[in-house]
């Protein structure tokens, strides 16, 4: 455990002492005090069908969160790690929570809720899943649901409103466009930030990269562009670190495709290729083609609903380029979604530094409590209490090494090594210096003595503004750090 | 009707044959329209009333202007620009695949086409390329408007397509800049991706676009990528059902109809444009938009030819009588008793049809000044309780957005509701004229269009916001430990202690911290106060423009409401006397002359009876 989540525990142990008499404070203190060893909370939001569940499902791997044309998660629902499948969920009246039966079909888990998504407050879903060990991802409905009720959900979820108990510590942000629309959504960074998410925490994701410019097979490109000219956006800094592309569709199926799927495609793409591009003009045409003849119609709406048209042209043109197998499709077909650029970013941006935003929830929520609930030994302990939770934020450098890392990424110029030694590409000593991970320790110091000297001098230099000169006083303690053997992850 | 729209791609093998244009009875009709107009001109002319003949021309061409301007409104990135290109068929308005479009871009038929952009500094002929930069990346902000004219048959039919820049986000209301356009669009294309269903705000877009517009239509772009799209359609339409809107639903792609376009009039090309929807959706514009304007410009011509010429026909039918000799002088005079009372009764009503108008003025007047200054107050209070809980240095570049957004809604909403009142009043005033029972002569009301201008309105100036500067909040400390200093070190230097000593230094400190925090605390209230000035400041400014823009409004509508109205007084009572001053001409006439005349005035007769049956048809 770091230094970092030990204070932080101590903080929460005082205060659970002190709010031993009030269950339902010691209860939201509890949860955030067990959860500090725990899995990083990973929110998905965003829009109506920004395509949260599918991105969930591409990062997981496996189709267990409901997607569909309409709307189709109503209810905050999270999935994590467990040794056996099961579904319960927990109603919004403080009843017992109740378990719903395990049902699969076609290879993807069913919920069935049966009308009863009013009453839920949160459905939880253990699923056996190496890639929920390291996180618990969270599915939010759509923050601009036309449905009373669902759009509430979702923001009461992501705002400071939800009880504490279960809220997330970071956030991916999914959007279609960055235009105002969202934006308007990112308000609730601010209520966020109260949180203690704030846009440290958050991670854009442009979802339908594959749609951007109307789907042609240049689309993931000119979407990978589109992010970068985001990313030098000063406006973006009060809402997000960094905004990657992902097709979320082409990721979800390229992780789950099947040997029925490959073969449909390699029929697809053996027949003359002017005549393929004539059928995948629109999804209509691709329905009602008269060849391959072995497709049948549902069929063809099946590859259309797994691929998307424009992840079917891709794939009929990686199958004639000489992708053989299904999993030399799938390979390539994950490696143009951006889903692993995707699983990058959160796991050296965010899991690296999950002692950070666990401690920034729970001390958010702490904070939250002294504020709200008298204590019920009376009120110089809550005092007291709200200075040490102050001491903790202020002291640790932590924070001001996410908060630096933010603040580089708005300046525009990538200022590749000052990221790397704040921690950008992950919080060891050598991945911020940038070293082989089996570096020999002198090199190590003699690396960082190195960088030590230089960013002194560039925290010195007369000529740098001051934006610059603070983030140069982060790094150089950052480096300090390193040398003093305090970083480690 | 809901639904009514099924296009059916090649699938089911009903396949539309016809992809041209449909010219439909509106044209003919309009045309039909244009002839009586232009005979009703001919036969005043001939009685030698030139005065009439002159303001028939002027008010038939006023309602002949077809002028049916559809609003192409949506959120961000739906389509919008390459559906108006897909109607029109060609590529006119920029289209990015990330830029959203930033000036709203009219199109509008051009025998000679023009393209060109209009700013307060004036209109400017540009290139497609200029084009595309002024709207899209919005390089020059002084730019209002971009104007684009062709020659192509949709436009020709009297469409004109104005491309919105994306409004309708889930902040749930409507965007100032498309409220302000709604009171002068004949119909709202809402565009929607057919990815996902309508979204919170686009509802409500539609609630504001039903309330002020015939009609409304939902398109739903891109069905090439979405395989469901109908489903899409179908969850869409059951969801206008339930909040009670009527609204139809066309898939269309605009991507489609491009590749049919560059396919040309092959097999393939046809199949493709069909299957577009676009095709479709030009024909639901023309029956729901073109034709029912057209009809209605005819119904207005006919009517206003009718009454006018009932008018002129008062003189041949004396002159006739009268020519005719005395055995029809009973006729004569029945037809001169009718022509005097129809002047008496002009005269009369004219006092109370000037009354109305005066009245009615006076009301709308103070009516939409109480109107606005409630909108605006509503938004100045609003905004001073969200200043009295943040720190307006931090927030006030996300507040003034907001604010600017909020009053611009507040002033259009007002410009709404004053336009249905105007058009309210002046059918009241033409009741006057209307014999009881039938229906106005809507001639006179001005097109009903009073739409906002936003772009007059001031902008938000800055409050001061400095925030305390380090070496300011240094030299606030030290004053005060300074002091601290002073007053403690005199006392302790009694004791025998330098001026400088422990004890001082410490009350500096104290004192300094102290004096800090409420210099902090003074300073954050001194920029609540400065916003809360600016806001109140901005609001006086936005009603004094507003205030007077809509008072010469209103002035020009009750201009021209009362030289319509007075002139068409005269006509009737110059027609009265005319006749009179037939009559007793015809009597003086010798044998020869008077059958010579006899003959003449029943041919006026009869071409007039003419032109009224036909307008009676």
Redesign the interface.
Known sequence: MSALAGRTRAVLDRALAVYAADPAAAAVLRAHRDRLDGPLRVALAGTLKAGKSTLLNALVGEQIAPTGTAECTRVVTTYRDAPSARITAIPRDGTPPTDLPVVHRRGALVIDLGGTAERLRELRVDWPSASLRAVHLIDTPGADSTRPGVAGRARAFLSAEQEDEDGADVVLHLVRHLHDADVAFAETVGERAARGIGPAGTVAVLSHADEIGGGRLDALMTAAQVARRYRADPALRRHCRTVVPVAGLLAETARTLRATEFAAVRDLASTPREDVEDLLLSADRFLDGRFPEALERRERRALLDRFGLHGLRLATTLVRRGATDSAGLAAELVRRSGLEDLRAVVGTQLVAHGDVFRARAALGALGRVLHTVPSPRGGGDTAELAAAVERVLTGAHEFAEQDALVALQARGGPDEEARRLLGGDGPGATARLGAPSDAAPDDVRGLALDALARWRRAGEDPRADRARADVARVVVRSVEGILAGRSGG | MLGEVEHR???TGERMTTTTTTTGPARTGRREAAAVLDAAVAIARDLGRDDVAASLARNGSRLLDPGARVLVVG???QGKSSLVDALVGADLCPAH??V?TALPTVVAHADEPYTVLVGAHGREDVTAARLAGAVTARDDPAWMQAEIGRAVPLLAEGLTLIDTP?A????GAPAAAVLAELPAADAVLLVSDA???????E?ELLRAAVAHVATVVVALT????????R??RD?DLA?LAERGLTVEVVGV?A??ER?GRTRGDTE?GRE?EV?SGIPALRDLLRRRVVEPGGRRAERAVHRHVAEVLGDLRAVPVVELAALEGPERARELDEALAAATARAAATKERSARWQQTLADGVADLTSDIEWDLRDRVRQVVRTAEETLEEVDPAQVWDQFEPWLAEEVGRAVATTYLWAGERTWWLAERVAAHFADPGSEPDRAPVPAGRFTAELSVLPELATPDLDRMALTQGLLVGLRGSYGGVLMVGLVTTLSGMALINPFSVGAGVLLGGRTLRDERRRALRRRRLDARRVVRQHADEVQFVVGKHTKDMLREVQRTLRDHFAGRADEVARGAAEAVAAATGARDLDAQVRRRRTAEVRAQLARLDDVLARCAA
């Open positions: 791609p090649s699938t959120d961000y990135k695949p990330d959203a994306g309708g986000g889930p902040g990815s996902r269903e309508l979204a919170a705000g509802v891109r069905t090439d990528l979405h395989p469901a799209w489903e899409v969850l969801l792609s991507e489609l590749h393939t493709l299957a």
